[in-house]
Structure formats: structure tokens, C-alpha cells
């Protein structure tokens, strides 16, 4: 198979044998880019240059014998909300077209550690709103399963990247499924981890209290590895959680005997595919030839999840936006009369239909009058969809679902109505609701589209997550096949 | 006519004295060249985060326990939402529903008796940027945005509504300030910015329970300016009442050059500062352990030490105020009066020609070249008789210029008062000689004759004379 | 139903210069996302706490030591527009 077709650890052990340099790994991602970019456009921009330079770097460690990580050497994309040092991270959005940031996010100082080599900025939805990438204030990217098709979003470009060999790793971020449901979609595995387990500074902020980064990858091994580089207590996030980090490898045994999986009845009935139901059904049939207990289970506040996430999120979002005025960096509307002027013009050129929207939707909620029926309610309904997991982990140590209604639409079929947008993320929005993790795996196909599910675990609980998806994916059950041959 | 009284309450944002900003650790050192003070957190670069200061919580606590508050055990920060340029993310982080601290208050002296002024509130929050214009705001084509004061930490206290008339305001903003510098937290300069004073004014018929209209003053700069613009807005009030008009609750603004309030009602759209839970920020749990640990560290505040002053110093209760309303003064005092033990004498130095000189060259205690000791030293000499009550006033002054010791100045000038009986005696004589006419009408009953011969006497020594042997001496000689 | 007026008022809160066809499109848009909100007020939460945290943090705290500022050409870099080491803005009525 083509270098670039292969996953982190397998190119860690070619190096370390020294049968490959990180020179050729960086040169042959960069070739493929070449090759397929015009097709899938999953970039917003490429450091090429630094990346052939940081993979000198480590090929010079290599050849001093030096110890190198299991991540040093390894492109990686990043989506472009996480700020790079003297390169350009915009959000897909226009407001932040030229926007350079003179410091690195905490994850980009851990990869930079870990010798990684960035391979570019990510496409994505303007300020990770949306589950499509069309909301990209540059151009859309295409599902390299089928280029008529959206790659899901947010991180719908990194999800493409990582599925056309256009990067071995990635870096998404997961407000509501931004993560989960692209990695569906693309037929790659996406860890939205635990709230607080992954630092959230330099991570431009959609929704502060749901936001979380994480890896986006071609098997769970690589999955455990970025997480491992990435996760940990940071000083410089508040909400950054304290915990004894353990090696998420160690899980990867293969063993699941008497692991007890709960399937939510809620996340398999109406308005999710009957296609896609079957493949759950099947998912489930592997766990339980692998040793796991799965049953039925309920969460019975999910149907509320929806309108709380979307007033949640909104208010959040109408804050966090609320900086982006002209004053100090990003786009600035020239002719303005006077101050209000400006940013009232700035802010209405340089954000899209849907960051406006959520923007007056989020304002809304917060105003005088609607605070307590709207956004204090929200907060209520999130304790109640917090205790209904609480309840159900109880009982089982991970929960099932799809990830997403369907497999991957074709662009154009939903951009206009965005409640049926909204609706795309029914199964993933809860989790980011109670903070819990939550992984997407490949499950099978739905008419050659691949199709994820979802594995849900307790707080903190990756660990159990990554040993249930690596015993999946070692029973070579309708796992993820790379598409090679589309694109 | 119906008789007014004024219902004021005032919101005092005060300047915390830490070395980092609320949220980052850029410096909060004042005077810096623009922007030099920043990073990307006090910028609100897109994906920056906050973690709060320490010091600055315990900062708020312990201006809590000063002003009597009870110390929330949980408290956390919320988000106010409002654009300016000046506010760099376009929400400040502050407190909303659960400030640091709640219900205290703080005693004043009006007209001789003790009130008590009720504290609502403190509460915890990051200052804006500062704004630079050619000219006034409103008249200048463009501004220029510095943020070296962005996250500068602030504590906002809020009054409950219970002073009624300016000099009672005036008196609690003395007040709250003496206890804040008592405690170390800031240094509360209105001048710098570190004090500011906001206030909230309405006015009703006397007799009536019901609050009237109130309207919010901001932009006073100096207690000065606090006491006119409270006259002035109680004024305007009782007029527009007295004209069967109606007081319109707004925010105006006081013009000190004009002498005059101006509505701000213009600029003003509906406000609605869709306050929420700061994400990104967790709630602080405040123990009772911590709460104690830092009353301890709380030093003896005003009334405490004004009490102390009158008892341990035989002080008339008006100098231990005025000695107490600033820490340093009051420290200067007893420095002083530890070398020189007469509280009284050393008292009315300060409150006198120390205090006149100090407020006509615009200084503070801190910047007086005198030291305790050496003030103490002259006060000794003038004790001793070695130099005159004239003479000592010389001698302080050049102190205050030079900061030089007084026995030096009095050896170098020559200015030790003659006390000699024979020196002064031939002087007397010469005098009397030469003013037949003065020693003719004292003869003849006209006291006031005597004075004149004692400052001829004066004269000629050059005010070095002992006044009391000069007198004796004349005395017995007519 | 979200009536023209106050989605001009919100867009005022937040700072956007709607057309004319946007306020019609929000108003429509917004009132369908609120009318399916409505659901949430089916729930009686009288009880039940709001969740602004899922983690159970408290006193995240740093000390206070001053660290690195940033260079002011780094920190004007990205600047629209500056006059000397200040940023430039348009007028203030």
C-alpha cells in the first residue's frame, strides 16, 4: 500500500526499522495532495516547507539514535480553529481571513513535542457551525467516498484528509458531533473526548462549555496515540480537568468478554435510516460474538437534547462571537462613519448565513425576558440528560448508537432549512450536553456510503471506549476499507 | 414648597494593587507605553482562555471582611455583554448573581453622629481599555485604543441607598477609601483611576417612604467634583419637580469645565446585558478556613484606629479622624510621636503647617522629604527652647524643601533662640530709648504699646529672642 | 412568532446589519427554531438544578507573577488599522 494509505503506528515501526525517512512519508502526503486536492479540497492552507523541515528534524533524531514518539514524523492535519504560531487559522470564515496568530494552542505545543509533522490548515464550517462543511466561508469540501457528496462537519475537512490520504492523522474539534459524525461520513474513527480532557486553549471557541478536540484517525490505534500526545491537565484552561492520564494504549487487548453495552432505544427509532438501523443491529451482533452483554436501554430525555443543545450553544456562540468587530485583527469594513457603524458592518459582511443566525438565535435566548424560559431551561434540561446517562452507566459501561441518521448527503440537500440540518446530529449533540466521551467508528455501508457507529462511555471512561472500538475493529467485521480507488 | 431630601447611593469601582491582571499574568503596572502591557488573553485573541488570579479573590475577601460583608461560600463569574472598543472580547467577565460579598457596611460622622451606610455589594471584575481622542470624544474623527488596562482587576462596590445629602456621600467615599488603602488592597487614586465613583440619585418630598426617579451620574474625577455634581443633580431634580415636571431615569454625565450634568440618553440604546454564566471559568467554593485565614492577615482599619488614637493620645476625636483617614498619615504620626511624646504638639504639626504645605505642592505623605524623626527632633528643639515657635516654622519649612535635619539648618542659620537675660536686656534698653513715644503711651494705659516694643525687640534679634523673657524683661523695665 | 421589530432589536444586541430580506428570513427561521424550543417548557424543572459545568471543578486559581507580554509589533500584526503603537479606530458618537 502507498505510504500515505497507512496508519501512524505502522509508519512509526517503518521508521524506527529505518526502512523510511520522515522526508518520504512528509513527500509522499504532499504528493498525494497534489494528486487529489483539486477533488476533495479538505485544505485551507498547507505549510509544506515547515513540514519538510520538521521531518529533517526528526529523521536527524533518528539517525542520533535518539528515542522518537509514536507520533514523530506523522503528518497531521489540523482544522482551522486551532491557532498556529505564524500561520494563518481562520475558521472558514471571512472575518478571519488574514488572521495570524503569534501563539500556538495547547495540542499544537503537545504535537510539536511529540515531533509531528503539520501538514496544513483544515476546511471546515465557518466557526465549526455546521454538520456539511457548506457553511465555509471559502469553498465546500467533497466526500472522497463520492465527490457529490458533503464530508459532514464541522471538521469536515479534516474527516476528508484523513479518508483520501491526504494526511496519515488529524485534529478535529466536537461542539455537537463535528467530529463524529464527518468521521461517519468518511469512514474514519473520531474520539470526542471527555469535557476537560483535552485543552481548549487555542481553540477558537464556538460553544465554551461543549467544545473539545480530538482525534481524527484511520484505526483506533492511531486514535489511542494522538489522544495519548494530545489529552492531559493543562494550567492555561480552567475547565481543563486534573485526572491520572494513563496510557490509552494499554487498552487495545482485544478483550471485551462481559463488558456490558446498553443500546438506547431513543437513538434507533424514528428518523434514523432503516439502513442504518441494520447496520447497528449487525454492530451488535459482533460485540456480543466478542463476549460484550448488550441490551436495550433508555435515555428518556433525548428528544429534548436537540432545542437544548441549540440554545445552549447559540448563547455561548453569541458571546464568544461577539470579539470579532474590526478593531483589532480579521476583517475591517473600510468606510465606516463611526464606531457602531463599523462593527455592525464588519460583523454582517464578514460572517455567513449561519453564524449570523445562530448569532440572533443565541441573543435571543439570552435577552431580557426570554433568560429563564429559554436559556435557564436549557441549562435544567442538561441535567436531566446528564442523569439519564448518569442512570444507564449505572448499569452499563458503554452505551450504542449510530452516529448520524444517514450516511453522507449530497450537497445542496439541506443548506436551505436548518432545523433539518440540526436534525443530522440528533445522536451525537447529548454527549457534548452531559460532557461525556464518545468515539465513531466504522460500522458498514449504506448504499457504498460508509456509516458509523457511535460508542458512548462514562466520564474519563476513553479507556473502555478504545478497548470495545479496537476489539470491533480487530474482528474485521464490515470494518472501515479505505476508498483508494474513487478519488 | 414642599421641602426635597436627596436618596444617594454610590458604585465604587476600585483598582486592585496585584502584580497580574484578573485573568492573565500581563502586568498591571501603571504608566507603560500603549499596548506594551498585553498578551493574547487581556487582547481577547480568538482562543484565548481565562485563569483567574488568586490574589485578586483574596483581595475582594478581604475587602469584604473590612466593610462588615458576609463572604458568599460559592461564588462564581458571569459574562455582561456590551460592545465598545475599549472592551476587547465585547463582554467584560464580572459577577452577576453571586457576588464575593454581600450586606455590610460602614460608619460616617455627620454633624457629630455616627451613621451607618449600607453595603449591598462586592463584587469581582475586569476594567476596560482606555480610549485616546484629539480633542473630546464625540468631536474627534477617530480614536486610538490602548489595552494595557484591559483586565486590570477591579472590585465594584456598591452602597445601598442611604446618604441623603453630598456631604454624607462625600463623607462615605472618605471613608470607604480610608479603610481599602487600610487594608493594602489598592491605592485608590482618584487622579490614576484607581478609585471611581459612580452615583445614584433621586430626590422626594420629605416624609414621602417611596424612592423618586433616580438618575445614574457618572464621570466625577475627584471628591470635588462628587460634592458639585450631587449639588447640581439634586438641584436640577427639585426643579424639574417644583415645575411639575418628571425625573427621567437615565445616565448623565458630569461635565466638570461646565459646571453641568448631561444626559447621555442619546447614545444610549435599550440596555440588555444578557449576563450568563462565564464557560469558561469554574465557580470558586470560598471555605470558612480561607475566609479566616485571611482575617487575620486584616490590619487595624480606621475606626478601630481613631478610637485607639483618642485613647492612647488624649486626642480630641476631630484630630484622631483626620490623622486616621489615611493609613500613612496616621503611621507618619506615630512614628513621630514614639520620639517625641507630646500627641497633641506632634497633632497639630501634622494636621497644620505639615498638611498646608503637603496640599499646596499637591504631594502625598509618602513623597514628604521629612522624616518622623526628624520632625520629632525639631519639636524637641522648640521644646527645649532652643529655638522659637517663629523660628521653628522657618526651620520646617526649609525641612520641607531640603529635607535636611533641623539642628543643622538651626546651626547654619544661626537661629538658636537667644535666651541670654544680659544680651536680651541691653537690646531691651536700647529699644526702649529709642521709642520715647511707645513707652510713653504704655505709661499712659495703651497696652497694645507693649507689642509694638516686644516686635521691636524681635526685630533686632531676628525673631531669636525668647518672646517670654522679652515680655518679662520690658515688663519690668516700664 | 418572532415579529420584524425584534429581530431588528437583536441584531442591534449583536451588533449585525440585517437587509431587509434577512429580517424576514430570520424572523421565519427564528420562529420555527424557538417553536420547536417550546418543547423544553413541557418539562416541569422546578427542581432540578441548571448545569452551567459538567465537570465538577472548583477554585481553578493561578498565581500572581507576572509572565511574558507580547511585542508590540506582534501585537499590532494583525491590526486593520494602528497610528504609533495604538490601535486606530473609526469615530465614537
Redesign the interface.
Same mark, same amino acid.
Given at each position: 500500500m502507498e505510504l500515505y494509505y497507512l496508519t501512524a503506528h505502522q509508519l512509526h515501526d517503518m521508521l524506527i526499522k529505518k526502512e523510511i525517512s520522515a522526508e518520504e512519508i512528509t513527500r509522499a502526503v504532499f504528493g498525494r495532495i497534489e494528486a487529489v486536492e483539486d477533488k476533495i479540497r479538505a485544505y485551507v492552507t498547507l505549510t509544506r516547507e515547515t513540514a519538510e523541515r520538521q521531518a529533517r528534524e526528526v529523521d536527524k533524531s533518528i539517525a542520533a539514535g535518539e528515542k522518537i514518539s509514536p507520533l514523530a514524523g506523522i503528518p497531521i492535519a489540523i482544522k482551522d480553529n486551532m491557532c498556529t504560531a505564524g500561520v494563518r487559522t481562520t475558521c472558514a470564515s471571512k472575518i478571519l481571513y488574514n488572521f495570524v496568530p503569534p501563539y500556538n494552542a495547547t495540542v499544537i505545543e503537545r504535537l510539536n513535542e511529540a515531533l509531528s509533522v503539520m501538514t496544513g490548515k483544515t476546511n471546515m464550517d465557518e466557526f465549526a457551525m455546521g454538520s456539511s462543511t457548506e457553511n465555509s466561508a471559502f469553498f465546500t469540501t467533497c466526500n472522497p467516498w463520492d465527490t457529490d457528496r458533503v464530508p459532514g462537519g464541522s471538521s469536515g475537512g479534516s474527516a476528508a484528509a484523513v479518508a483520501a490520504g491526504e494526511t496519515i492523522v488529524a485534529l478535529g474539534s466536537d461542539t455537537g458531533g463535528s467530529i463524529r459524525q464527518p468521521a461517519s461520513y468518511c469512514g474514519v474513527v473520531g474520539l470526542k473526548p471527555t469535557y476537560g480532557s483535552v485543552s481548549r486553549f487555542g481553540l477558537v471557541a464556538y460553544a465554551s462549555s461543549l467544545d473539545q478536540i480530538g482525534p481524527i484517525t484511520r484505526d483506533v490505534t492511531d486514535c489511542a496515540l494522538v489522544f495519548n500526545a494530545i489529552s492531559g491537565h493543562d494550567p492555561q484552561d480552567s475547565t481543563s480537568a486534573p485526572y491520572d492520564q494513563p496510557d490509552y494504549t494499554s487498552y487495545l487487548t482485544g478483550d471485551i468478554k462481559g463488558l456490558k453495552i446498553g443500546v438506547p432505544k431513543e437513538y434507533m427509532g424514528e428518523g434514523i435510516d432503516p439502513a442504518v438501523r441494520e447496520v447497528i443491529r449487525e454492530t451488535v451482533k459482533v460485540f456480543s460474538g466478542l463476549g460484550a452483554q448488550v441490551e436495550e436501554t433508555s435515555l428518556p430525555h433525548s428528544e429534548y437534547a436537540l432545542p437544548a443543545y441549540y440554545l445552549l450553544a447559540t448563547a455561548e456562540a453569541s458571546s464568544n462571537l461577539a470579539r470579532y468587530d474590526g478593531v483589532r485583527y480579521g476583517y475591517r469594513y473600510k468606510e465606516a462613519e463611526d464606531i457602531v457603524d463599523m462593527f455592525m458592518k464588519t460583523r454582517s459582511e464578514g460572517f455567513g448565513a449561519e453564524v449570523k443566525r445562530r448569532i440572533m438565535l443565541g441573543t435571543y435566548a439570552l435577552s431580557a425576558g426570554y433568560y429563564d424560559a429559554f436559556y435557564n431551561q436549557a441549562l435544567k434540561v442538561r441535567t436531566l440528560i446528564k442523569g439519564d446517562f448518569d442512570q444507564a452507566f449505572e448499569k452499563y459501561d458503554l452505551l450504542l448508537s449510530p452516529v448520524a441518521p444517514g450516511p453522507a448527503f449530497k450537497r445542496g440537500e439541506k443548506i436551505a432549512d436548518p432545523l433539518q440540518m440540526y436534525m443530522v446530529d440528533i445522536c451525537t449533540l447529548s454527549i457534548n450536553l452531559a460532557g461525556i466521551p464518545a468515539i465513531s467508528l466504522p460500522g458498514g455501508f449504506v448504499n457504498k456510503l460508509p456509516v458509523g457507529l457511535q460508542l458512548i462511555g462514562k466520564p474519563f471512561g476513553e479507556g473502555d471506549i478504545l478497548r470495545a472500538a479496537y476489539a470491533f475493529e480487530q474482528s474485521g467485521a464490515r470494518c472501515c476499507k479505505l476508498n483508494l480507488l474513487q478519488v | 414648597m414642599a421641602q426635597y431630601e436627596p436618596v444617594i447611593g454610590l458604585e465604587v469601582h476600585v483598582e486592585l494593587k496585584?502584580?497580574?491582571k484578573i485573568f492573565?499574568?500581563?502586568?498591571t503596572a501603571f504608566g507603560a507605553?500603549?499596548?506594551?502591557?498585553?498578551?493574547?488573553v487581556c487582547?481577547?485573541?480568538?482562543?484565548?482562555? =481565562?485563569?483567574?488570579? $488568586?490574589?485578586?479573590?483574596e483581595f475582594a475577601i478581604k475587602a469584604g471582611l473590612a466593610l462588615n460583608c458576609q463572604i458568599a461560600p460559592f461564588s462564581?463569574f458571569d459574562?455582561k455583554?456590551y460592545?465598545y =472598543?475599549d472592551l476587547? $472580547?465585547?463582554?467584560q467577565v464580572s459577577q452577576f448573581d453571586l457576588p464575593i460579598a454581600e450586606h455590610g457596611f460602614l460608619e460616617i460622622e455627620v454633624d457629630g453622629n455616627t451613621k451607618r451606610v449600607g453595603i449591598t455589594r462586592v463584587h469581582m471584575e475586569e476594567d476596560a481599555g482606555k480610549?485616546?481622542h484629539q480633542g473630546t470624544?464625540?468631536d474627534?474623527?477617530?480614536?486610538?485604543?490602548?489595552?494595557n488596562r484591559t483586565g486590570v482587576p477591579l472590585i465594584e462596590i456598591v452602597s445601598e441607598p442611604d446618604m441623603r445629602s453630598p456631604e454624607e456621600a462625600s463623607a462615605y467615599l472618605e471613608k470607604l477609601k480610608a479603610i481599602i488603602q487600610y487594608t493594602g488592597i489598592s491605592d485608590c487614586k482618584m487622579q490614576e483611576g484607581s478609585l471611581r465613583c459612580d452615583a445614584n440619585v433621586s430626590v422626594r418630598p420629605l416624609g414621602q417612604e417611596e424612592f423618586g426617579t433616580r438618575a445614574e451620574l457618572k464621570n466625577m474625577n475627584s471628591f470635588k467634583a462628587l460634592q458639585k455634581a450631587l449639588v447640581y443633580e439634586i438641584k436640577r431634580q427639585i426643579k424639574i419637580n417644583e415645575e411639575g415636571g418628571r425625573v427621567i431615569q437615565e445616565t448623565r454625565s458630569w461635565d466638570e469645565a461646565k459646571g453641568v450634568s448631561l444626559s447621555l440618553r442619546s447614545?444610549e440604546?435599550?440596555h440588555?446585558y444578557?449576563?450568563?454564566?462565564e464557560?469558561?471559568?469554574?465557580?470558586?467554593?470560598i471555605s470558612k478556613d480561607w475566609v479566616d485565614e485571611i482575617r487575620t492577615t486584616l490590619p487595624e482599619l480606621p475606626d478601630e484606629r481613631q478610637a485607639r488614637f483618642v485613647e492612647q493620645y488624649g486626642l480630641p476625636a476631630y484630630d484622631a479622624i483626620v490623622l486616621t483617614s489615611l493609613k500613612e498619615m496616621a503611621d507618619y504620626y506615630e512614628q513621630c510621636v514614639e520620639q517625641f511624646n507630646n500627641p497633641k504638639a506632634v497633632s497639630n504639626w501634622i494636621m497644620g503647617d505639615f498638611s498646608r504645605l503637603m496640599n499646596a505642592d499637591n504631594m502625598e505623605i509618602n513623597d514628604v522629604r521629612i522624616q518622623p524623626a526628624q520632625l520629632a527632633k525639631m519639636l524637641q528643639l522648640l521644646e527645649k527652647g532652643t529655638i522659637s515657635g517663629k523660628i521653628a516654622k522657618t526651620i520646617f519649612e526649609d525641612m520641607f524643601a531640603t529635607g535636611r535635619d533641623p539642628d543643622i539648618i538651626v546651626q547654619e542659620k544661626g537661629l538658636v533662640q537667644i535666651s541670654d537675660e544680659g544680651a536680651i536686656e541691653s537690646i531691651v534698653t536700647d529699644v526702649l530709648a529709642n521709642n520715647p513715644k511707645s513707652v510713653e503711651d504704655y505709661r499712659a494705659g495703651k497696652n497694645q504699646a507693649l507689642g509694638f516694643l516686644v516686635g521691636q525687640v524681635m526685630k533686632a534679634t531676628k525673631g531669636k529672642a525668647n518672646p517670654g523673657m522679652v515680655n518679662k524683661l520690658l515688663k519690668e523695665k516700664l | 412568532m418572532i415579529s420584524l421589530k425584534e429581530v431588528e432589536h437583536v441584531a442591534l444586541l449583536g451588533r449585525l446589519k440585517l437587509t431587509e430580506e434577512e429580517k424576514k428570513l430570520y424572523s421565519k427561521q427564528l420562529s420555527d427554531i424557538l417553536e420547536h424550543a417550546r418543547k423544553l417548557q413541557d418539562l416541569d424543572t422546578a427542581n432540578v438544578p441548571p448545569t452551567s459545568h459538567v465537570l465538577p471543578l472548583q477554585n481553578v486559581f493561578r498565581e500572581d507573577r507576572t509572565g511574558e507580554h507580547m511585542t508590540t509589533e506582534k501585537v499590532l500584526a494583525n491590526a486593520p488599522d494602528r497610528q504609533d503603537d495604538y490601535f486606530k479606530v473609526p469615530r465614537i458618537l
Open positions: - | 496585584t502584580n497580574t492573565c499574568n500581563s502586568s507605553d500603549p499596548n506594551h502591557h498585553t498578551c493574547p487582547l481577547g485573541l480568538p482562543g484565548v482562555l =481565562p485563569v483567574t488570579n $488568586k490574589k485578586v479573590v462564581k459574562r455583554n460592545y =472598543p476587547p $472580547k465585547n463582554y480610549l485616546v470624544i464625540s474627534s474623527s477617530f480614536s486610538l485604543v490602548d489595552y447614545k440604546e435599550a440588555d444578557r449576563y450568563f454564566p464557560p469558561d471559568l469554574v465557580p470558586m467554593v | -
